[in-house]
């Protein structure tokens, strides 16, 4: 069998990679083709997370047992077979390229082709450019202050927008309806 996924960036919006691969292949060999498709470096730490409907991470398959005292077990990349893990069409993983800054592509398993088999992973679609692998980690946490900043002033607006949930008949101003005409024809 044949599996077709879909690849894309919340950071990029034009960044889309569709991988073929078979579903025997391990997923060491889907994150290989990952890598080679957007021109990552393969020395780095990364992972596979199976999640559900609302991309909530579950199962981690990572590339190194990193000796942790977890009575978890390990699922590593190139003992875990995609057929084992992935089954129908719609199963979504989140695939982490930068461990530091938890930064991610949102995969999906678009399509399956039973009765076939492919030798090698290829990457069918190519759109976009990806995510730089690496940032600045200054640039970064800026980003993140900025972003923070702009959610706390959003709040404070609409506090002050909306005000209190209580009506209250004095800060009603009705002043200028009595001036104002009504056409009966509207």
Known sequence: MVYNFRLVSDE??????????DADATFLDLRNAICDSVGYDKGQMNSFFLCDDGWEKGKE?????????????????????????????????????????????????????????????????????????????????????TKAAQAAAAQEIDEDFYGSDQFNEDEFDAEGFDEMTFDDNL
């Open 61 to 145: 398959i990572t590339l190194e047992d990193m000796g942790t005292d977890s009575s978890e077990d390990v699922y590593l990349m190139d003992e875990c077979v995609l057929s084992d893990y992935v089954e129908d069409e719609g199963q979504r993983l989140i695939f982490v390229f930068d461990y530091l800054t938890d930064r991610s592509f949102f995969m999906e398993l678009k399509e399956t082709q039973p009765g076939r088999s492919l030798k090698d992973p290829i990457c069918t679609v190519s759109m976009g450019n990806p995510p730089a692998q690496f940032v600045d980690l200054n640039e970064f946490e800026s980003k993140i202050d």
């Open 12 to 21: 990029v919006d034009n960044f889309k990679r569709e991988i073929k691969i």
